[in-house]
């Protein structure tokens, strides 16, 4: 069954939305790689099948939705007070949430067919809006898509500990799947 031509919701309901992050530097064995869910997001997909370059997608995040589901790697596994605290610098440190509650991502063009698609858009990410590429499937109504963000061409800092002994990597991967729900 393929998709048909309309207005599709994204969210939470629907699918997931995930920041996957890597570890560097001499400590890094001592660090874990993320896997970071957005719990409270919402988008809308206008998909045109026959016409790929008039569809379009939005997407927002409650950036203090952000949060540390799994660890891997380390010397130990991941405890829910590591979890604590990694939301605790993600929230305050890293994304600022009280001053950038919202993440945002708005495509500018989209191209390819169903089996192979690219959107490049806007992401509005700690204050700052720069362009980002997407690239993914749809199948059967079920959407795969990721993009790499390198966190300082936003004005981010990698997170560091232990005096920069241990850091996450700059670039880090967004992934979302989902299944297209249309409006009604």
Request: charged fraction near 25%; include cysteine.
């Amino acid at each position: 069954m393929s998709v048909s031509a309309g207005r599709y919701t994204l969210g939470p309901e629907s699918g997931r939305l995930v920041v996957l992050t890597t570890r560097t530097g001499l400590g890094a064995m001592a660090g874990h790689d993320l896997t970071i869910e957005a719990t409270r997001w919402h988008g809308v997909a206008m998909v045109d099948p026959d016409d790929p370059a008039s569809s379009s997608v939005t997407v927002e995040i409650e950036a203090g939705s952000l949060e540390a589901r799994e660890g891997t790697g380390g010397v130990k596994p991941l405890s829910d007070s590591d979890r604590m605290e990694i939301d605790k610098s993600l929230r305050e440190k890293v994304l600022a949430v009280a001053r950038h509650p919202v993440i945002t991502f708005r495509s500018t063009k989209v191209e390819g067919t169903a089996a192979s698609f690219r959107v490049e858009g806007d992401l509005s990410l700690a204050g700052t809006t720069r362009p980002c590429v997407i690239e993914g499937s749809l199948d059967d109504g079920h959407v795969r898509a990721s993009a790499t963000v390198v966190q300082s061409k936003w004005g981010i800092k990698p997170y560091s500990a232990f005096f920069g002994a241990l850091k996450l990597n700059d670039e880090v991967g967004v992934r979302v799947e989902a299944d297209l729900r249309a409006e009604g």
